[in-house]
């Protein structure tokens, strides 16, 4: 279980409607939405990985505290939310540092996770996972072995793997998929898990764990159960994507937490992969 802390604001799609310059005058309610997934998954017994953007962190230091002390793995979304592949090298390398030391003085526990904004490590910025390796990191979530117009590297293994690059290793999490057809189809969650039928997903992690024997990535943004979220005025495939089924997914997750048992990255990782292999990362 990942949850991808940030508010509704910081959205990729919104990057041309919501200027940056207006996030700190702009409604947060990004402690109140993680503090309702947090209480939903004590009442689980569930424990997950949040990949916290460094903004937030600065801003609410007593959330990451909660998150913390509450036994959960504490990740990198990186500081600024912006997309990889269209960055610098040496600006994404500062974003990240910065995130990660921002996330480890505040939260008082090694990050070793990364997951980029809207996955957005693809094969025009493959260039990131080495700056990932020299900042420290050991693994990398970031990338989704599907087709899409705005993030994916189909041909990438679907599973848990060892990256060997320039700079050293890394490990790979990708998004969950299963493969009909030839084609990588997403269960992963997020906005497939909002507007697909919650049949779909149910399927499809079953699937993975027990037909493939492979653990399932599940990830969620804690504005995904605020259906009383401010509104922009996007394009209408940027509202559908965001918009759709907001009043739902609350209830959906609610049943997904009956239906299957779920762990930190950190823990399942540990589990699933070679024996040292992220710490060796």
Same mark, same amino acid.
Not at 84 to 111: I, N, P
Not at 148 to 174: F, K, M, N, T, W
């Given at each position: 279980?990942?949850? +991808?802390?940030?508010?509704?604001? #910081?959205?990729?799609?919104?990057?041309?409607?919501?200027?940056?310059?207006?996030?700190?005058?702009?409604?947060? =309610?990004?402690?109140?939405?993680? +503090?309702?997934?947090?209480?939903?998954?004590?009442? *689980?017994?569930?424990?997950?990985?949040? %990949?916290?953007?460094?903004?937030?962190?600065? =801003?609410?230091?007593?959330?990451?505290?909660?998150?913390?002390?509450?036994? #959960?793995?504490?990740?990198? #979304?990186?500081?600024?939310?912006?997309?990889?592949?269209?960055?610098?090298?040496?600006?994404?390398?500062?974003?990240?540092?910065?995130?990660?030391?921002?996330?480890?003085?505040?939260? /008082?526990?090694?990050?070793?996770?990364? $997951?980029?904004?809207?996955?957005?490590?693809?094969?025009?910025?493959?260039? &990131?996972?080495?700056?990932?390796?020299?900042?420290?990191?050991?693994?990398?979530?970031?990338?989704?072995?599907?087709? *899409? +117009?705005?993030? /994916?590297?189909?041909?990438?293994?679907?599973?848990? #793997?060892?990256?060997?690059?320039?700079?050293? &290793?890394?490990?790979?999490?990708?998004?969950?998929?299963?493969?009909?057809?030839?084609?990588?189809?997403?269960?992963?969650? /997020?906005?497939?898990? $909002?507007?697909?039928?919650?049949?779909?997903?149910?399927?499809?992690?079953?699937?993975?764990?027990?037909?493939?024997?492979?653990?399932?990535?599940?990830?969620?943004?804690?504005?995904?159960?605020?259906?009383?979220?401010?509104?922009?005025?996007?394009?209408?495939?940027?509202? %559908?994507? *965001?918009? =759709?089924?907001?009043?739902?997914?609350?209830?959906?997750?609610?049943?997904?937490?009956?239906?299957?048992? %779920?762990?930190?990255? =950190?823990?399942?990782?540990?589990?699933?992969?070679?024996?040292?292999?992220?710490?060796? &990362?």
């Amino acid at each position: 279980m990942t949850i +991808d802390v940030e508010d509704y604001f #910081h959205v990729s799609a919104f990057d041309g409607v919501v200027d940056r310059g207006s996030w700190d005058q702009l409604e947060s =309610r990004v402690c109140r939405n993680t +503090d309702r997934l947090l209480s939903m998954f004590d009442a *689980h017994g569930v424990k997950a990985t949040f %990949f916290v953007l460094g903004w937030v962190a600065e =801003r609410f230091p007593t959330l990451i505290s909660r998150i913390v002390t509450m036994g #959960h793995e504490l990740a990198s #979304h990186g500081y600024g939310h912006r997309l990889v592949y269209q960055q610098t090298a040496e600006g994404f390398r500062d974003d990240v540092r910065r995130a990660k030391d921002l996330l480890e003085r505040v939260g /008082g526990q090694q990050v070793d996770g990364y $997951r980029a904004p809207s996955y957005s490590i693809t094969n025009e910025s493959l260039w &990131a996972l080495d700056v990932l390796v020299n900042e420290g990191y050991k693994y990398d979530a970031s990338i989704f072995p599907i087709r *899409h +117009d705005r993030y /994916g590297i189909p041909e990438s293994p679907r599973h848990p #793997h060892v990256l060997s690059r320039a700079a050293g &290793a890394l490990v790979e999490v990708p998004g969950s998929t299963i493969r009909l057809s030839g084609i990588n189809l997403p269960i992963a969650g /997020g906005a497939y898990f $909002r507007i697909l039928p919650y049949a779909w997903t149910n399927w499809g992690l079953k699937r993975l764990n027990v037909q493939e024997r492979k653990p399932a990535i599940f990830y969620l943004h804690p504005w995904e159960i605020d259906p009383a979220q401010p509104r922009f005025d996007a394009g209408w495939l940027s509202r %559908f994507r *965001h918009y =759709r089924n907001l009043d739902k997914t609350e209830a959906r997750l609610q049943q997904l937490l009956r239906d299957f048992t %779920f762990a930190p990255l =950190r823990s399942v990782l540990a589990s699933s992969m070679p024996s040292g292999a992220v710490a060796q &990362a």
